[in-house]
Each structure stands twice: as structure tokens, then as C-alpha cells.
């Protein structure tokens, strides 16, 4: 990818949510994308539970964010019991409607309406974590409190 094409509307969204909180977006932009926590976690050279993945449910219908540590997964039944109602992954077309971004690049915020937010505990475990930005080619650095405050999240195991 050239620098002429690194820019996307679902980054351009992301950066100008970051901007807005505060914070001067430093997306990094890859060669090729890095979809999941494992690529991304080896192109940056960090380990892999250090990637806050994006990952949409439902709860009871409703959008449901959950940044999760790279390290594990979801326990949906857990969780769903934790927030009082049924989870369920979202489809990729509720994906896109609740986030503007598509699955792989999805970012913890830059959407069109705020979505509910868990973020995972296990993630305030690393100094520094890495979120995507909007797009399979890009993330960004930001920590575990910077995190929990820009999705307005509750901070909570996913996992038991």
C-alpha cells in the first residue's frame, strides 16, 4: 500500500474520534492486512494477548462491543450471564451497520452511534495495548484506561 492510499473513511472516522477525546491519533498502517490478533500481534512484535481485538455481539438484539485481549476468547455464556441477557456474534452486515467498519478492522470507536462496551480485564495486564483502526491495515497504541475511557466501557472479565 502506497502512502496515496493509506487513508480510508472508516480511519479517517476513527482518527477524528480520537482527536475529539483527546488524543493524537497515531494509526499505524500495514503492507498487507493483519486481521486477526496473531497476525497483527507479529507484525508489531508484541504478544498477542497485547492486541485489544474488536470483536461485535448481540445482547438481547442490541449491539454489543467487546474489546477483548488477543490472549483469549469470549465466554459468551459467561459474560451474557455477567450482563443480564443473551449473547450472540453478530452477523457481518450487523457488523458493519453498528460500527461503519467491516470485520477485521473493526476499531473500539469512530462509529455512527456509541455501542455498548465491555472491555476485557485481562488487558490492563500490558503497558501498552494495540486496537485496530478501522480497516484490516491499520492499528493504533493506546493503553487500558484510555481504552475503557473513549468507548465509555465498563471495565469487566470476559472470561471466567
Known amino acids: ?86 449473547i450472540r456474534r453478530a452477523d457481518a452486515d450487523t457488523v458493519k451497520a453498528a460500527t461503519g467498519q467491516t470485520i477485521g478492522g473493526v476499531a473500539p470507536l469512530g462509529h455512527p452511534e456509541r455501542l455498548r462496551t465491555v472491555v476485557d480485564v485481562a488487558l490492563a495486564g500490558y503497558p501498552e495495548v494495540w486496537a485496530a483502526a478501522g480497516h484490516a491495515h491499520t492499528v493504533f497504541p493506546t493503553t487500558f484506561e484510555e481504552l475503557v475511557r473513549i468507548t465509555h466501557g465498563e471495565a469487566a472479565p470476559v472470561t471466567p
Open 1 to 86: 500500500m502506497t502512502a496515496e492510499e493509506r487513508t480510508h473513511p472508516a480511519v479517517e472516522r476513527v482518527e477524528a474520534a480520537l482527536l475529539e477525546a483527546g488524543i493524537e491519533p497515531r494509526v499505524r498502517w500495514f503492507e498487507s492486512a493483519t486481521p486477526t490478533a496473531v497476525s497483527a500481534a507479529a507484525e508489531l512484535g508484541v504478544e498477542v494477548g497485547a492486541i485489544a481485538n474488536s470483536l461485535v455481539f448481540t445482547i438481547d438484539g442490541e449491539p454489543l462491543l467487546v474489546m477483548t485481549s488477543g490472549a483469549h476468547r469470549v465466554d459468551t455464556a459467561f459474560l451474557g450471564e455477567r450482563l443480564g441477557g443473551r
